[in-house]
């Protein structure tokens, strides 16, 4: 359907955008109002203390040492201080109307990890991330029972989020020989049956 090479370059731009942080959303978390999947994420495992924090910062670093940049701050300087720009430090105890809904919690998972392994191998782990949190957006702005309310909460999508959504679906590699080989019938030959000849 693509050129082989559509879904390489695809998953790497995915890639480039969780990890870069751009904003694809805005959505209320512990920290406060995360705008991507890596947000969302890397609060959820601060706050659970399933990783060491220097793993978190770890995946946060290139994000934010571009979104830094251009105040001039040293790579060195945003290290030192990044779980407190973002507001991780001191969470407390957590607030269920910050939490994130379980679609966008569960798509922004799926998202940043079929953002790394789109590295290696492109897959649909990223198209269901992406499907998920628009799938959750959607369910808060448009199906809530009160639509202004997650506007008062500041939820909405990026038009970002669709390309993220594009670019998702084009990593995904088809393989059409597969495909006709798994739908094609197979024909068994009847057998012919001997008759018998009256006299």
Not at 44 to 49: G, N, P, W
Not at 118 to 145: H, Y
Request: glycine share 6%; net charge positive.
């Amino acid at each position: 359907m693509f050129p082989p090479w559509v879904p390489v370059r695809a998953g790497q731009f995915f890639f480039l955008i969780v990890l870069l942080q751009t904003p694809l959303f805005s959505f209320p978390c512990r920290s406060g109002v995360c705008t991507n999947p890596l947000e969302i994420t890397a609060v959820q495992l601060v706050a659970s203390q399933l990783v060491p924090d220097v793993v978190v910062k770890a995946i946060l670093f290139p994000g934010a040492c571009l979104n830094q940049a251009l105040n001039g701050r040293q790579p060195l300087e945003v290290w030192q201080t990044l779980l407190q720009d973002y507001n991780m430090t001191d969470m407390g105890t957590p607030d269920p109307n910050q939490l994130p809904r379980l679609e966008v919690l569960a798509g922004s998972y799926f998202a940043v990890a079929g953002a790394f392994i789109s590295l290696v191998k492109p897959g649909r782990m990223s198209m269901f991330g992406t499907l998920l949190i628009s799938w959750g957006l959607v369910k808060e702005t448009l199906l809530a029972s009160d639509p202004s309310k997650a506007g008062r909460d500041g939820i909405h999508a990026s038009p970002m989020l669709f390309v993220a959504l594009i670019l998702s679906v084009l990593s995904i590699k088809f393989d059409l020989a597969k495909v006709n080989r798994l739908t094609r019938p197979i024909a068994k030959p009847v057998k012919s049956s001997a008759k018998t000849k009256l006299n």
